[in-house]
């Protein structure tokens, strides 16, 4: 129970010593004596509480329990004396009638343990009846009568207080919230107003399912007893008592019987103290118009007006109301109200008599600030605690200040205060809850419009850094503020921005020591640092403030924190404006508001970088694309002529044996040209000729002069889509816009090429694979990159007569066609393609994307459907790029894989097994679908025979010193034009290709059968470049 505060003189903080006991604690309190008693008496009161301890207790030892000192004696009435001489001698003739002789030693020890219990239960149950002398209020009450009940009764489980409720003349009880039973053992106690033992309740007693134990039968050691309550001047019932326990011994029953009647007078005394109403007998047939006969008293009606109005009152007003209620009731020259701060052990004051106050005071650091609003001298006062039921925590403490006519206060006082806040009190505790919530919902809202204010500046950190100062001074309402920055690097904190605006200059900068200072020690630690008096703070410099004349009270230094916990920066206010010091809820929102200036600044300080490092990317794709521009002139001269009729560059143009690498170099740009008007597609799609010429001359450009990967693959690659759709029955399979963005890509799949494959590109983590490696097919998409922004420069859009629709269409075709170029997406989707054989449909997007996709792979493969020499010439080519990479791995420090090892490779076992798992199936397939193209698969298999005849002369790894296969090549065919060796980036002579394509293979040996199918179990996932 909280403790009354009674002063005559006036304590410099009456809310101080109900903080130091415990902030006003309730219920019962313990004796001192349990906590201090000897062991030699708990082993005692063990052994006395056991059967055989009881029956080596004599009864007059017993009796000697029985017989506290004179105090106890005194209190007797005559029947008690006459029952206690009577005890006396009936257990002297008992003592008698026993062997003391035996075992005297013994009995002598039991003796003296059994006084040490007696004196120890005494001590214990004369608390017990003090503290039911002392009670006040009905909660308490029934927590004294269960703490002094099982200081009397043995082994209690559990006790349960039904007191008479005066207004519907029911019994009730708290724990658990119920009625008692109008029938069964508990009414009959009531009935004949006598103790009840029995072995346990019938159903129809329990009116709670927590009860339910309590149903008979009991174990042999329990029972159940029911102590009814009499008001023995009314002739009434005014309680029931249930307990369950173990069982009563002959010396336990007389102390109950005292405990009994002094539970019924303190009952007695709580009801005439808060009900002051009349009691009446418990009648089943009470008839609801004497309950409206009763009235209130005068006091319960000052409550309830006083509880009306305060009805949707705001937290300061509603305290005002109270306090002068109290003022007036107490007859007090002024009184107010101490709140307790939630998660905090201040309390601070609002309202004091009529005033409510522009700051709070805050208790018990600002108490002397309580003199000056009063106005007089303290000479008497009286402090109350304002518990709260629900949780026994200390909501407030009303204080009364010097009792008119100089009197004192009396425990009337106390009880009025206590009687106004036993009803406002829930009204107080939720306002406040009201306000706190309405207080965080606004600091939310500022917390959020803050957010919106930072993340507005992201493009400027000094603008930044001035919003956040600016912003941290109106939450927490700052004289003035700082921002520190810290440099990692560098181990200084550097502040640019101050409260009068930035400096431009970086010799003006602020700089100073990451570990020094007050905002050092917080940028070092990591911790807020709160301090109330900056200049008894060991950290603070004075020295500022005396050259400046400012003068610093207080500072709230806190950490900028990122999204990863990395401190960035340090924030330092000073000076409080409307309070002595910075609170434990600035402290709170500064925390919250640092996480969002930690990300702003992050963020900014990120953007601003991008921003640099943008500018750098189109300085370079700047540099890169002058350097490929095309100018007019060029243009007019690749034109000045017109057209080339392809018959012109060779009769056999059209033929599926017809070499493209025999185009000499300098004409392969007209021939791209001559091949798309061949196929219609400049009339039909309406491609301006000069836009033509000079998007085909920058995507020459575009590609690097690598062993292999170069434009003269990119335009044997397009010469056999040429040759697909001159000698395929195409239109019955694939719509005109799909064959154009095959051509296309055809052109551009491999642009910018840089000699390596995508594994290698991700273990090197190169930019490339920075900004692709999460998508996969690191390659193909910076291939599809470079068609998109050569498409996109000045003069080269060779879709720019296209309608939107159709604009976006060839545009995706040319992605997933580039992207189908990854060997290893060819051998995902090459299960799905041979099912088109039996069940193609025109109609079907998916089976049209599929052919596409065969088709592409097909002329990326086309130099294997050339002649024995060309395919010699492609394996001279991709293998000096293969160990060229694979000589870059072995820098880094990796190994390669056997076919990019040139001291572990064996090339006709490469080709052998690349031809039969992956070239032969594919070729194979497209002739399933378009008979006509069973030449190109004929050929195939032919070289394939040939790798197989020449394998043998091979005894070496890798290529031959001279970097050439000739040794290959049969003598007639070495001497002939077509057998010259060609650069991989201008041809021969028209019989001899130069630049074949070879696929990555797996390094198996040559397998017995030729599967019918492409897995992955064939060829690994990642294959290096598309050959």
């Not at 059967?51 to 004696?73: E, F, I, L, Q, Y």
């Not at 009606?301 to 005002?320: N, R």
């Not at 540099?623 to 009769?651: A, F």
Request: charged fraction near 20%.
């Amino acid at each position: 129970m909280g403790q009354v505060l009674h002063h005559s003189r006036f304590c410099p903080d009456p809310a101080l010593p109900i903080l130091q006991s415990g902030r006003g604690q309730q219920g019962a309190v313990k004796p001192d004596s349990d906590s201090t008693h000897s062991a030699v008496v708990q082993e005692a009161e063990q052994h006395a509480s056991t059967s055989a301890g009881r029956d080596a207790v004599s009864p007059a030892v017993r009796n000697v329990k029985m017989c506290p000192p004179g105090k106890g004696k005194a209190r007797r009435n005559d029947k008690d004396r006459e029952r206690g001489k009577e005890g006396e001698c009936r257990c002297e003739q008992q003592g008698q009638n026993q062997s003391l002789q035996r075992n005297l030693g013994k009995k002598q020890q039991t003796l003296e343990s059994s006084c040490a219990i007696s004196s120890y239960r005494y001590s214990i149950q004369e608390d017990s009846l003090l503290h039911l002398a002392s009670v006040l209020d009905t909660i308490s009450l029934r927590t004294v009568i269960s703490n002094a009940l099982s200081t009397v009764i043995p082994k209690v489980e559990s006790i349960y207080t039904y007191l008479l409720d005066v207004r519907s003349s029911k019994l009730l009880c708290d724990n658990p919230p119920h009625e008692m039973s109008k029938e069964g053992r508990l009414r009959e106690a009531v009935v004949t107003r006598q103790r009840i033992k029995c072995n346990g309740l019938h159903k129809t007693d329990i009116q709670e399912s927590r009860m339910s134990h309590l149903v008979a039968p009991l174990p042999n050691d329990k029972h159940i007893m029911i102590l009814p309550i009499m008001d023995t001047d009314k002739g009434a019932v005014i309680g029931v008592i249930l307990v369950y326990s173990g069982s009563l011994n002959d010396v336990d029953d007389p102390c109950l019987r005292i405990l009994e009647r002094h539970i019924s007078a303190a009952c007695k005394r709580v009801h005439s103290l808060h009900e002051p109403l009349t009691w009446s007998n418990l009648k089943i047939e009470h008839s609801a118009a004497t309950q409206n006969e009763m009235d209130f008293d005068e006091q319960d009606q000052k409550i309830l007006q006083l509880c009306g109005e305060l009805y949707d009152l705001e937290a300061t007003s509603l305290q005002l109301k109270i306090v002068q209620y109290l003022q007036r009731e107490t007859d007090s020259m002024c009184c107010c109200m101490l709140v307790a701060a939630e998660g905090d052990d201040h309390l601070f004051c609002q309202v004091v008599g009529e005033k409510v106050l522009n700051e709070d005071i805050l208790f018990p650091e600002e108490h002397k600030k309580l003199n000056s609003i009063l106005g007089f001298k303290v000479v008497s006062m009286l402090c109350v605690p304002v518990m709260c039921r629900a949780t026994d925590q200390l909501v407030a403490v009303g204080c009364a200040f010097n009792k008119k006519a100089g009197r004192h206060y009396l425990a009337m006082d106390e009880q009025i205060i206590r009687h106004c806040f036993r009803f406002t009190g829930t009204v107080l505790t939720s306002t406040m809850s009201v306000q706190k919530e309405q207080k965080l919902k606004i600091e939310c809202q500022a917390l959020l419009q803050v957010a919106k204010n930072l993340f507005t500046h992201l493009d400027n950190v000094t603008v930044l850094l001035q919003e956040i100062i600016q912003e941290a001074r109106n939450l927490t309402n700052a004289e003035s503020c700082s921002v520190f920055l810290l440099e990692h690097n560098k181990k200084e904190l550097v502040a640019k921005v101050f409260d009068g605006g930035f400096v431009t200059d970086e010799s003006a900068e602020f700089r100073m020591p990451a570990d020094q200072g007050i905002a050092g020690h917080v940028a070092t630690t990591g911790e807020i640092l709160n301090i109330k008096d900056a200049y008894a703070h060991p950290l603070f410099y004075r020295g500022v403030d005396d050259s400046t004349g400012f003068r610093t009270r207080n500072i709230l230094c806190f950490p900028i924190i990122d999204e990863n916990g990395e401190i960035v920066g340090v924030a330092e206010l000073c000076n409080k404006i409307n309070g002595p010091w910075f609170t434990k809820f600035d402290e709170d929102l500064a925390l919250a508001f640092s996480i969002y200036c930690g990300i702003s600044i992050v963020h900014s300080l990120l953007y601003k970088k991008v921003n640099e490092a943008q500018y750098r990317s189109h300085l370079a794709n700047e540099m890169m694309m002058y350097h490929m521009k095309v100018t007019n002139e060029e243009v007019m001269r690749q034109l000045q002529h017109g057209i080339k009729p392809l018959s012109k560059i060779s009769p056999d143009f059209a033929d599926f044996s017809y070499t493209p690498r025999s185009v000499a170099l300098e004409d392969t740009t007209m021939a791209i040209i001559s091949m798309a008007e061949d196929l219609g597609f400049i009339e039909e799609f309406k491609i301006e000729l000069n836009t033509l010429a000079r998007f085909c001359m920058m995507v020459r450009r575009g590609y690097r002069d690598t062993p292999y990967h170069n434009w003269m693959h990119a335009f044997s690659v397009t010469h056999f889509c040429y040759l697909l759709c001159k000698n395929l029955p195409l239109n019955g399979y694939l719509y005109d816009l799909e064959l154009l963005a095959l051509f296309i890509a055809c052109m551009c799949h491999d642009l910018d090429h840089r000699g390596t494959n995508n594994s290698f590109q991700v273990a090197s983590k190169s930019v490339l694979a920075a900004l692709y490696s999460s998508e996969g097919s690191v390659m193909e998409r910076h291939h599809f990159a470079q068609a998109i922004a050569i498409v996109n420069s000045e003069g080269c859009n060779i879709f720019e007569t296209f309608s939107r629709k159709d604009y976006t269409t060839i545009l995706d075709l040319i992605r997933e066609i580039i992207l189908a170029t990854d060997m290893a997406h060819h051998i995902k989707i090459f299960p799905e393609i041979q099912r088109l054989v039996k069940d193609y449909n025109k109609n079907n997007i998916k089976h049209r994307n599929l052919l596409l996709f065969l088709m592409m792979t097909t002329c990326d493969l086309n130099d294997q459907t050339k002649g024995w020499v060309t395919t010699i010439r492609t394996a001279e080519l991709i293998y000096k790029e293969f160990f060229s990479q694979g000589d870059l791995e072995k820098a880094m420090g990796n190994r390669p894989i056997e076919m990019m090892d040139r001291d572990k490779a064996y090339v006709p076992d490469l080709q052998i097994n690349f031809m039969k798992h992956i070239c032969i199936p594919t070729y194979d397939l497209l002739k399933d679908i378009f008979p006509k193209a069973e030449l190109p698969y004929q050929q195939v298999k032919s070289n394939h025979d040939e790798w197989v005849r020449v394998a043998p002369q091979f005894t070496f790894t890798g290529l031959p010193n001279s970097g050439n296969l000739d040794f290959l090549i049969k003598p007639e065919i070495a001497d002939s034009p077509a057998a010259a060796p060609a650069s991989s980036g201008a041809p021969a002579s028209p019989a001899a290709p130069t630049t074949p394509t070879s696929p990555t293979i797996p390094t198996s040996p040559v397998a017995t059968t030729v599967p019918t199918s492409l897995t992955s179990s064939t060829v690994g996932a990642d294959v290096a470049p598309k050959a």
